[in-house]
């Protein structure tokens, strides 16, 4: 398979998204800025942030100074963040994401993905989207953590298919079915969590196959993330790692290893969210919460 650190796969829009990218969850402010000005040192193409891990301001002043000090244009970076739960609605989130756009510091961005779900809300939310999308803000829109039903729901009240759907991937926790549906309906499915809450980092058999490659467990997880077809944006707060999570271009996973890593799937995510609806904060929608309603 011949993929390298450009590798783009084309959305539904005709979009080109790279393959691999980075993420920022649980980072503040000046620990995202530093990661990403070291993934863009290190190659990285895309970033993947949201409004509800507080760190956007971190992530526009990373991104305006990793840019500089790597000679790239804003359009050689495709950023992603995300329509926040507390947000949900056409108005609020019309509102809210002139506000991302400004602690970002760009003038649009690549992907907006609704976070969650939110039960009687994400339609909207999503017909907010559409508008920003057709008045040329955001260059491509998204889901996440939207099962079968809600995909199904949402498509029947959509003008535009979504083209992604980000949702808890990692050997452990395959997605199957959503998958299949995704690819049925020409959604790419990008994984989050992708290394897996360290239960997959320290899996024997993933650990005996990346010994006989030479390379590390979290090496053959994102190869294999990205040999199955799969968007993949794993965190890292340390230059080391971030830079070994982009090194996975010099190996391919044979068919069997392939195989064996598909056969772990737990099928076990790690948070559900049933009948998802954002319980709210009295102050209205704080910036830096983290936190999502179980
Ligand atoms: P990951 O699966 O990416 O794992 C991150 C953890 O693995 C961190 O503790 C990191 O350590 C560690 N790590 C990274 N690289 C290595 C390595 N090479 N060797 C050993 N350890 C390593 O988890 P995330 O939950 O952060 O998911 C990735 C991204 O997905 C998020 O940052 C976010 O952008 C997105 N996401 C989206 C969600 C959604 O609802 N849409 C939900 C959750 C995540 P350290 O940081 O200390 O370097």
Not at 20 to 26: D, E, H, S
Not at 151 to 175: C, T
Request: charged residues 25%; glycine residues 6%.
């Amino acid at each position: 398979m011949d993929l390298n650190l450009e590798s783009t796969v084309r959305l539904n829009n005709g979009v080109d998204m790279p393959r691999l990218g980075m993420g920022v969850w649980r980072s503040d402010n000046a620990t995202a800025s530093q990661s990403v000005r070291w993934a863009l040192k290190h190659g990285y193409k895309a970033i993947d942030t949201a409004k509800q891990y507080g760190n956007e301001a971190g992530v526009g002043d990373g991104l305006a100074q990793g840019l500089a000090e790597n000679d790239l244009n804003r359009s050689d970076v495709f950023l992603t963040t995300k329509i926040f739960n507390g947000d949900a609605g056409y108005e609020s989130t019309i509102t809210a994401f002139e506000d991302q756009l400004a602690r970002l510091k760009t003038r649009y961005i690549d992907l907006v993905l609704i976070h969650w779900p939110v039960t009687g809300k994400y339609n909207e939310t999503w017909r907010a989207l559409e508008d920003l999308y057709m008045a040329g803000k955001i260059r491509a829109i998204g889901v996440s953590n939207f099962d079968i039903q809600r995909l199904r729901d949402l498509m029947k009240h959509a003008s535009i298919k979504p083209v992604i759907n980000q949702m808890e991937f990692n050997p452990l926790e395959q997605e199957t079915d959503i998958k299949d549906y995704c690819d049925r309906h020409n959604i790419q499915l990008e994984a989050w969590s992708p290394l897996g809450h360290g239960d997959a980092l320290n899996n024997e058999q993933i650990k005996q196959i990346a010994d006989k490659y030479n390379k590390s467990t979290a090496q053959v997880i994102i190869r294999w993330e990205l040999q199955r077809g799969i968007n993949t944006i794993p965190k890292s707060t340390h230059e080391e790692f971030i830079k070994e999570n982009a090194d996975v271009y010099d190996f391919a996973l044979s068919d069997e290893d392939m195989e064996l890593i598909n056969s772990l799937n737990l099928d076990k995510r790690s948070i559900w969210y049933g009948d998802f609806q954002w319980s709210g904060n009295p102050d209205g929608v704080a910036d830096s919460v983290d936190q999502w309603d179980k």
